[in-house]
């Protein structure tokens, strides 16, 4: 069958035209055009038996793959989000939990005898300091310290003259402390294990000083 020259030229328009359009069909088992839109009836499958199926390189700042659905591809995993790695975000799972810390006796003036009380509550490693405070339940003293120390203790002084160790369980620090990856040592509520204050040597009561000699 013979196709006569104007029918002929008209079908090559209309190629060049759905071509030119990027708008090509490529019926199901058809081949796969670059450059031009393609359709299927049935999903593509790409399968490599020795390595990496489907490589995309773009031009940088632009994206490798666009999508044209918001639906949550199964088992689609990306590296960053936004950047950023998975350490960088805190989980559901994370807690916010309080270290409590009595106060002990301390030598200021490093002549041999205690001058004040100080408790210091610190966060567990792996936690953050979000907040804190003290309380002073001795009979005479003044709470005049009661600030973070740095970024992960809280600290309270009081200038009750009965500085014995005794009297040092009046004095009471409180850490807020923040897990972003889960719990803060498994509870609510819990006493931070006892340790020997550090000697403060100074000549002065103010806050700075201790903050420098204590941290």
């Known amino acids: 069958m013979q196709v006569s020259r104007p ?11 759905v071509l030119g359009s990027g708008t ?6 058809g081949k796969f055009i ?28 632009t994206p490798s793959l666009k999508v044209s659905s918001s639906s949550k591809v199964t088992r689609l995993n990306a590296d960053r ?17 309080t270290i409590t810390r009595t106060g002990v006796p301390i030598d200021v003036d490093d002549d041999g005898y205690a001058d004040d009380l100080v408790a210091l509550a610190t966060c567990p490693a792996g936690t953050r300091l979000t ?10 003293g ?4 009661d600030s973070p120390l740095n970024r992960t203790t809280w600290m309270v002084a009081s200038t009750s003259s009965d500085v014995s160790a005794g ?4 004095l009471v620090a409180y850490a807020q402390c923040y897990n972003p990856r889960g719990s803060v040592h498994g509870g609510s509520y819990r006493i931070a294990p006892r340790a020997v204050a550090p000697r403060v ?10 903050a420098r000699k204590l941290g």
């Not at 003044?142 to 310290?145: A, R, S, V």
């Not at 000549?203 to 700075?208: I, N, Q, W």
């Open 7 to 17: 029918a002929a030229f008209g079908i090559g328009v209309l190629t060049a035209l």
């Open 24 to 29: 090509a069909y490529a019926a199901t088992g």
């Open 34 to 61: 670059l450059g031009h839109a393609n359709t299927a009836t049935k999903v593509t499958k790409l399968t490599n038996h020795h390595g990496t199926a489907l490589s995309l390189t773009s031009r940088s700042g």
């Open 81 to 97: 989000l936004d950047g950023r790695d998975s350490t960088a975000f805190a989980l559901a799972s994370g807690q916010t939990n």
């Open 131 to 140: 907040g804190g405070g003290g309380d002073d339940y001795t009979s005479d």
């Open 142 to 145: 003044t709470l005049f310290i």
């Open 167 to 170: 009297n040092g369980e009046n």
């Open 201 to 210: 040597d100074g000549l002065g009561l103010a806050k700075d000083r201790l």
